[in-house]
């Protein structure tokens, strides 16, 4: 889910404001056919504000105000303007809208907090939704987190005003879609993605939270791609089952995108240090993910570091890790080489350490053939690494780190470990 229109930032109390959002997969599009002719998805939403002026996160719930959402009813007419459905949320399309009203608690109106907030857009129910998968993937999709298939939006800063809404629009009239406002109008065009502990999901944002902001303009670093959510997943099934491999290890996330998963090592394990990577040209976005997420600087060191794979020179600033993760890192069969000669040179062997490294990887088929996907498996084993397809072994001592996620995503979550 993304953010179709930009929201008016500075908002009266007890008025109603009209947001829209669409529905896309991890590489921009979106099947009309999973939503036409009746499938429906209904949204919810929540006010979250900065626990600390010095981070973005971690996110709270607003403890001073109440939000209420309803189905969208402006009936202006704009081309460009949605049909009003009766649904806050989806209706047999990929295109969405609702209505949002923020209130002061009754004891806090006086004394309600400033400062920015934040609307946190999650999937709340689904009817019909995805159409073309089959009745028993269609239970599983209703007996699953609702999260893993849609993914929430946290869209902000917004303002709270005091003043009343007459001033902006003719009439006071504040949920018209965006192109009725004066185009001097403060807007709102920044979204993120919030990613919440394990034991922190049920609507409670009071603990530790990771906000990664995505930038689809850069091309395959710059968003969240599917094995980031498998290995997300398996990062948080690791620190339960598995804490001793993160637990005052060396932590490093390959070619990281947007560091989503080197962002919640640090949230969730207790390393002793995380290295990001990623190349030079997209650390940026890297780093800005990081500064967004400050607070986690206090927990670990944390660093973020150019990487160009099968440079030397550039693996050894990074160290010698005990655990790689990498996620959807198989794009370009000409990279296979110094994809493998990096995996040598950051992976703890044998000679280097008492425990050898584990490198786990988030593999999603796309382009890749057979014969191709055999080429690279085969490179590692003949640089000395043994491979386990996890997904294929259920009584494999690593099977319990394999979210259902996998399964649904069509994600295969492998493991190599050095030989000598």
Known sequence: MNLRSPLVQR????????????????????????????GRVDLGCELLVPASADSLTPLKQDTTCDLTIRPSTWAGAVETS????GVAGFLASGKGSFEYTITPKHHCQQTYQRGPRYLRIYCQHVE?????????????????????????????????????????????????????????????HSSYRLFSSADNLAG???????????????????KIWDSALVMLQMLERMVQYKPDYITGKHVLDLSAGTGLIGLS??????????????LGEATDLIKSNVSLNSYLTSKCPLVVQDLLWGDEKQASVCGKADLILASDVLYESEFFEDLV???????????????????????????FDVEEETRFWTLCRQHHFDITLLNDHPSDEDACLVPPLATKSGVQLYRLTPSI
């Open 11 to 38: 908002v009266s109390i007890d008025q109603w404001y009209r947001a829209e959002v669409f529905l896309v997969n991890e590489i921009g599009l979106f099947k009309r056919a999973d939503i036409e002719p009746d």
């Open 128 to 188: 019909k939704f995805p159409q073309q998968q089959q009745q028993q993937q269609q239970q599983h999709v209703h007996a699953s987190p609702l999260d893993d298939w849609i993914l929430p939006l946290v869209i902000g800063p917004i303002e709270l005003l005091d003043d009343a809404p007459g001033t902006y629009l003719n009439g006071g009239v504040t949920n018209a879609s965006i192109e009725r406002w004066p185009p001097t109008t403060a807007m709102v």
């Open 204 to 222: 409670n944002h009071t603990n530790n939270n990771v906000a990664i902001h995505e930038s689809w303009e850069s091309g395959i670093p710059g």
């Open 82 to 85: 949605l049909p009003n459905t």
């Open 341 to 367: 000669k990096s995996f040598l040179h950051l992976c703890n062997n044998k000679n280097s350490s008492s425990v050898p490294g584990k490198i786990y990887i988030g593999y999603k088929r796309r382009g």
């Open 265 to 278: 090592v640090a949230k969730d394990a207790q390393p002793s240090r995380v290295t990001i990577t990623e």
